[in-house]
């Protein structure tokens, strides 16, 4: 590995996180970072996704989250009732409040199909309604498909 490649990826992370690098909130948008340095594996991607929970679901077009690896993603997620959303594979949490919108971002290192899991507050109401599965481990609400580089 030569230094110049070492040094970039590092750099690139930072940009990311400080939001230097950023998407627009937009189902699956997808930008392009050009490459530094000359060096063409350090140009990052980073995609953009939004999951709207209504009643405790996912439509079925938001359930399928499909990035490449060394993908940076960002998840917008809002709910109508508060919960928790847990991406296991990741140890990722996000805790979530009647209707507002979280981000969730992550680097998507590991490839392989990992599931997000819902987890509602048993305690909340609204007008009587509670969400389909109020059970703390449910079913997936919804899948991240990282496909390897």
């Not at 953009?48 to 490449?68: D, W, Y």
Request: aromatic fraction near 6%; charge should be negative; include cysteine.
């Amino acid at each position: 590995m030569n230094i110049i490649h070492f040094l970039t990826k590092p750099t690139l992370c930072v940009f990311a996180l400080l939001g230097l690098i950023s998407a627009a909130s937009v189902h699956a948008q997808v930008t392009h970072t050009p490459p530094h340095m000359g060096d063409p594996l350090s140009s990052v991607t980073s995609k953009s996704f939004t999951l709207h929970l209504i009643n405790g679901k996912v439509a079925p077009m938001e359930s399928l989250i499909r990035v490449t690896q060394g993908d940076s993603v960002e998840i917008n997620v809002q709910s109508d009732f508060p919960g928790e959303l847990h991406l296991h594979a990741y140890r990722l949490k996000l805790l979530i409040s009647d209707n507002k919108t979280h981000p969730l971002s992550l680097k998507a290192r590991a490839s392989g199909k990992f599931e997000f899991e819902w987890h509602p507050q048993q305690n909340h109401s609204s007008e009587g309604q509670q969400p389909d599965n109020p059970a703390h481990h449910g079913p997936p609400l919804a899948s991240l498909e990282v496909m390897p580089q």
